[in-house]
């Protein structure tokens, strides 16, 4: 019998021939990743008795969470993670303004194929799309790692999500992630390893499957995985200067549940107040005003997300009544964005353009929503009270809705805005 | 710890970490003690004003969903709450439960019987739940992850460990 990816990973890094689903194994991590909770990390570590960290190679550690700091307190914190960094010699250390820890951990070549990537982030799946296994934990298993060097995982049940065809012009990953949350749920994918497989998948770009392992964590998954090709090894070839070796499933092994769907009937959809899996076709939902539109995250944040949304906002006005706010996922994407001209639009556009970094997506600041508000967000978390208050509504859609919602004033797919129906 | 006795709090499906601990108090709010007061705040008002030790929390599937934030353990576990049993728990609140040395348990038959406010007896040692519809047994906790829990939690685990080598 075969084993799937994380089986035969978890076996790898644990010196064994093989594992089994349920099976506890202890791994060190290639890369333990943490950002603006590292100060709080560090209290942990403290008093465990840790002095200095196990491994100073191993830590990536990026402030995104409230960037640059909003407050005296942040800004305290922060202050706190560049000691940390300093008295242990942390290498891979981004300070503020470099983006969103998944999308630099991808950048800087941190996130390799065959790796196992640790977070103190429950989006720290978004590794899966460089082939890497990559898991949230919590702050005191972070902290246990600095000092031990280790951490226990139990090897999880795998899920393979395989999607047929191909998507139709006006459908992206986001649509197809969402669509597959909705219909699996919440927990759809809990404790599992999620692999994603077929020609709809292989056809994307390394942006729009990062859309993938990144949400995969709203229906519950351990970790997700896309099967790492050329588009991967080359995207790293001068970004990483560590030796990698792609670990992939066997053809015979064996999965919990395997899922299939053909690419071509997934249509347009939006995630609905107050969860992820509370999904509905975006015609439905067309027409419903927006008091605000933020695109940005580590979901959809990238140069070809903007580039998307630029698109759409070229020579158009944002809506009186609605806002829009645009945060690129990282320095680079905003470079890019630059050069290409997206960030000019999305001003003459009446949009606001902020640094890198989490922003409001997880109501810290940079656009937290007044009592009542419609929110729309390229984000990957709708929760009440998600955003700042409870007494808001946050829908998820893809970055190309978000930009002609935010030209509308109200929910709309951008083809009926080219048709002047908008 | 071994035989917990308390009331039942019974709550749905899929509470996530933001209800349990609102992400605004994530960088703001460092004692724990602190922490405590602002438990299920986005649920359940009632919930901090009349927890009594040893209460336990009963819900659906998918507790704890949501963000990796530590917080959300530590809040309930500051509350005094003695255990939570589920249809299910999300991962990562799962681990960080029993890092918190807070048992959790996953019951399914008995989260469709159990009462909101009814007494109920958890025995870690036997495996038992026994409530007013009657006695369920559970899985045990797997060693290593016990090994945790008797310590008290991870962070007393590592720091045994760490002054060990």
């Known amino acids: 019998m075969g084993q799937t990816f994380a089986e035969k990973i978890l076996a790898e890094k644990a010196g064994l021939a093989k594992t089994?689903?349920?099976?506890?194994?202890?791994?060190?991590?290639?890369?333990?990743?943490?950002?603006?909770?590292?100060?709080?990390?560090?209290?942990?570590?403290?008093?465990?008795?840790?002095?200095?960290?196990?491994?100073?190679?191993?830590?990536?550690?990026?402030?995104?969470?409230?960037?640059?700091?909003?407050?005296?307190?942040?800004?305290?914190?922060?202050?706190?993670?560049?000691?940390?960094?300093?008295?242990?010699?942390?290498?891979?250390?981004?300070?503020?303004g470099r983006g969103v820890c998944h999308q630099v951990l991808v950048e800087e070549g941190l996130a390799l194929p065959g790796e196992v990537v640790l977070g103190s982030d429950s989006h720290t799946t978004h590794a899966g799309v460089m082939g890497a296994f990559g898991a949230g934990i919590g702050r005191s298993e972070m902290a246990s790692i600095w000092a031990l060097g280790e951490l226990w995982l139990r090897v999880p049940e795998s899920l393979k999500i395989i999607v047929h065809g191909k998507l139709s012009p006006s459908v992206t990953a986001k649509d197809l992630a969402l669509h597959i949350i909705g219909e699996l749920g919440s927990d759809g994918g809990l404790y599992m390893s999620v692999e994603w497989h077929g020609e709809a998948i292989e056809a994307l770009d390394l942006s729009q499957q990062a859309v993938l392992p990144n949400?995969?964590?709203?229906?519950?998954a351990k970790n997700s995985y896309i099967p790492p090709d050329q588009k991967v090894f080359s995207f790293l070839k001068d970004r990483s200067?560590?030796?990698?070796?792609?670990?992939?499933?066997?053809?015979?092994?064996?999965?919990?549940?395997?899922?299939?769907?053909?690419?071509?009937?997934?249509?347009?959809?939006?995630?609905?107040?107050?969860?992820?899996?509370?999904?509905?076709?975006?015609?439905?939902?067309?027409?419903?005003?927006?008091?605000?539109a933020f695109l940005g995250t580590c979901t959809n944040g990238r140069l070809e997300d903007l580039g998307a949304a630029a698109a759409v906002l070229k020579g158009r006005r944002i809506a009186p009544g609605t806002r829009m706010i645009v945060i690129p996922a990282s320095s680079e994407v905003y470079l890019d964005a630059l050069r290409a001209g997206y960030i000019?639009?999305?001003?003459?556009?009446?949009?606001?353009?902020?640094?890198?970094?989490?922003?409001?997506?997880?109501?810290?600041h940079m656009g937290i929503p007044a009592v009542g508000e419609v929110i729309i967000s390229s984000a990957n978390r709708n929760f009440q009270g998600r955003m700042g208050t409870r007494e808001s509504e946050v829908y998820l859609a893809s970055p190309e809705v978000v930009a002609a919602s935010a030209v509308a004033g109200a929910i709309i797919h951008p083809r009926y805005l080219q048709e002047g129906r908008g | 710890m071994s035989v917990i006795r308390g009331r039942v709090w019974k709550y749905g499906d899929d509470v996530n970490t933001d209800v349990i601990f609102a992400g605004k108090y994530t960088y703001t709010i460092n004692d724990p003690a602190e922490m405590a007061k602002h438990a299920?705040?986005?649920?359940?008002?009632?919930?901090?004003?009349?927890?009594?030790?040893?209460?336990?929390?009963?819900?659906?599937?998918?507790?704890?969903?949501?963000?990796?934030?530590?917080?959300?353990a530590t809040c309930l576990k500051e509350n005094g709450?003695?255990?939570?049993?589920?249809?299910?728990?999300?991962r990562i609140h799962y681990r960080n439960c029993l890092n918190t040395a807070l048992p959790v348990l996953t019951c399914p038959e008995a989260v469709d019987v159990i009462q909101d406010k009814e007494m109920v007896e958890l025995d870690l040692a036997a495996g038992e739940i026994r409530c007013g519809a009657g006695t369920f047994r559970f899985p045990p906790l797997p060693e290593t992850v016990m090994g945790i829990f008797e310590a008290g939690g991870l962070i007393a685990y590592t720091r045994k460990k760490l002054a060990a080598r």
């Open chain 1, 215 to 220: 949400i995969t964590a709203e229906m519950g």
């Open chain 2, 81 to 90: 709450l003695g255990a939570i049993i589920a249809k299910s728990f999300a």
């Open chain 1, 344 to 364: 000019e639009t999305f001003v003459a556009a009446g949009a606001m353009v902020q640094s890198p970094g989490c922003g409001p997506c997880m109501g810290n």
């Open chain 1, 20 to 96: 089994v689903p349920g099976q506890i194994v202890e791994i060190s991590p290639d890369i333990a990743l943490s950002h603006d909770n590292t100060a709080a990390i560090r209290g942990i570590f403290e008093k465990m008795g840790g002095v200095k960290v196990f491994n100073p190679k191993v830590h990536a550690i990026i402030l995104d969470h409230a960037t640059p700091a909003p407050t005296t307190e942040h800004a305290e914190n922060h202050r706190i993670v560049r000691e940390f960094v300093q008295e242990q010699g942390v290498e891979h250390f981004f300070d503020v």
């Open chain 2, 40 to 72: 299920l705040e986005d649920l359940d008002p009632r919930f901090v004003k009349e927890v009594k030790p040893n209460d336990i929390i009963v819900a659906g599937k998918n507790w704890g969903c949501g963000s990796s934030r530590e917080q959300a």
């Open chain 1, 241 to 292: 200067n560590r030796q990698y070796e792609p670990v992939y499933p066997d053809p015979d092994a064996s999965y919990t549940k395997i899922v299939e769907y053909d690419a071509s009937t997934i249509v347009p959809v939006i995630a609905c107040p107050h969860t992820v899996d509370n999904v509905k076709p975006l015609s439905e939902i067309a027409g419903l005003h927006i008091d605000q």
